[in-house]
């Protein structure tokens, strides 16, 4: 079966107005809600901002569907629910812990277990009821989801497989999703969650109340970074089938709820409109660095941002660390050594993070909430300022590390606090490091020697 068999095709850009037609002739002409749609389909909207949001800000889609989302049960609690989801971070919920804290990669469930059963909050902040604030889940599944499809009325998912590809099916189409990539399905959009390769596991960095855009390029100019070229939105696709019981998952306030209906949600013949899901493969990203020397902020390396009402503040930057060259002279060109008003939670997909030559492994996390100090190993300083050629250009390659930062400080849940994957011994990585002040002119010397 080829990639169109599979309902496997997609439009290209980021934030413009798309149109999709699964059947020709769908799609409305001229207006968005006649009397009679095409096909005798039903016309809903799906609205991602206020009615009265700035029009560069607003978003909206709307869908030409064979039967409409409306036509469920009634919503009852979930049961058996899953109590690791939290969206509201208070001391009931979660605590504050300043210290370094690392995770070892999760285990993939031992029963049955899809992508909702298997999401687990591992830090956040703010409450998705008062529209402001993040939480950050990690997922472990071994299951694709059947006759159910899942709908976040909190939030935004940015979903991270670092293990195992994602087919994620939604209301716009289909979206393959294998580790290296991203997907991004907005509030409100029901989706379900297959794994064509078997066990899978992945990040999910989750907003509230804003949606996520391209970081700004300033001096940088036009081009660069991630370009919108190479954002996919799935084209049109559809099923017209019935189901005994199909049940949709409503995560609502943090909570789960479950309604009952006959056909699968995934009945949108045509859409058009700029709220919808989307895919980015992170190998396009074009990356920039510092040529002569010192080392650059990591924000120069931001693929997608949720930005807040202060200018250059972020909710949560999604930033990745990939392939690129390093030739900075008479620096030491891994990250700093740092304290930051923002809090860093991050991730491994592949290889070997190049300020950690030991113990954060692919599937693993650390967190580095605000002004924690953190920074590269004992080894990693020690192998870089001994080389022999420090001023040679090296490439980084092998390896794809990513950060979701925020300006909000995290509160940690307490299952993640008592996790046997917790790397209890995270804080020896620094200790080894020993000082080597001379008290004398030769370490001026030296390093005068080495700047000339």
Not at 287 to 299: C, I, K, Q, W
Request: with cysteine; charged share 20%; hydrophobic share 35%.
């Amino acid at each position: 079966m080829n990639q169109q068999e599979r309902g496997e095709e997609y439009l290209s850009g980021f934030g413009g107005h798309f149109s999709s037609e699964a059947i020709p002739g769908s799609l409305p002409r001229n207006q968005n809600n006649p009397l009679r749609c095409p096909l005798g389909l039903y016309a809903e909207q799906l609205s991602g901002t206020s009615f009265t949001s700035p029009r560069h800000l607003n978003q909206l889609s709307w869908f030409y569907r064979i039967k409409p989302s409306v036509t469920h049960e009634p919503f009852h609690p979930c049961d058996p629910t899953n109590h690791r989801l939290v969206s509201e971070f208070n001391q009931q919920t979660s605590s504050t812990n300043p210290t370094q804290l690392r995770w070892k990669p999760e285990n993939f469930p031992e029963s049955l277990t899809d992508f909702i059963d298997g999401l687990y909050t591992v830090c956040g902040s703010g409450s998705s009821f008062l529209r402001h604030g993040y939480a950050i889940h990690m997922y472990a599944a071994n299951k694709s989801m059947e006759g159910r499809a899942f709908c976040n009325a909190d939030g935004d998912f940015l979903m991270v497989p670092q293990h195992g590809k994602l087919l994620v099916t939604t209301e716009c189409g289909k979206l393959a999703v294998p580790p290296g990539e991203i997907v991004v399905i907005p509030q409100g959009f029901r989706f379900s969650v297959d794994l064509p390769d078997g066990p899978s596991r992945g990040y999910v960095a989750e907003i509230f109340g804003t949606h996520f855009r391209l970081p700004d390029l300033g001096p940088i100019g036009a081009n660069g970074l991630a370009s919108p070229r190479d954002f996919l939105v799935p084209k049109a696709w559809f099923e017209d089938k019935s189901y005994l019981d199909y049940t949709i998952i409503q995560k609502f306030g943090g909570e789960l709820f479950t309604a009952k209906q006959d056909f699968s949600p995934f009945n949108v013949v045509a859409w058009h409109g700029n709220y919808v899901p989307y895919k980015y493969d992170l190998s396009k990203f074009c990356p920039f660095n510092t040529v002569l020397f010192d080392h650059g902020d990591p924000s120069i390396n931001t693929v997608l941002t949720a930005p807040t009402d202060k200018p250059g503040v972020a909710l949560l930057d999604f930033v990745i660390f990939p392939t690129r060259w390093l030739v900075a002279e008479n620096t030491f060109r891994p990250p700093y050594y740092h304290r930051n008003c923002m809090s860093e939670f991050m991730g491994l997909i592949h290889g070997v993070y190049e300020a950690k030559q030991d113990g954060f492994l692919p599937g693993g996390a650390s967190l580095h909430s605000c002004m924690t100090p953190h920074g590269p190993d004992t080894k990693t300083f020690e192998a870089t300022v001994s080389r022999k050629d420090p001023n040679e250009p090296c490439k980084i390659t092998g390896t794809l590390a990513f950060m979701f930062e925020s300006s909000l400080i995290p509160r940690v849940c307490k299952w993640a606090l008592e996790s046997p994957k917790l790397d209890r011994d995270y804080y020896r990585c620094w200790i080894g490091l020993k000082s080597h002040f001379l008290h004398n002119n030769e370490g001026l010397e030296e390093n005068n020697d080495s700047s000339n």
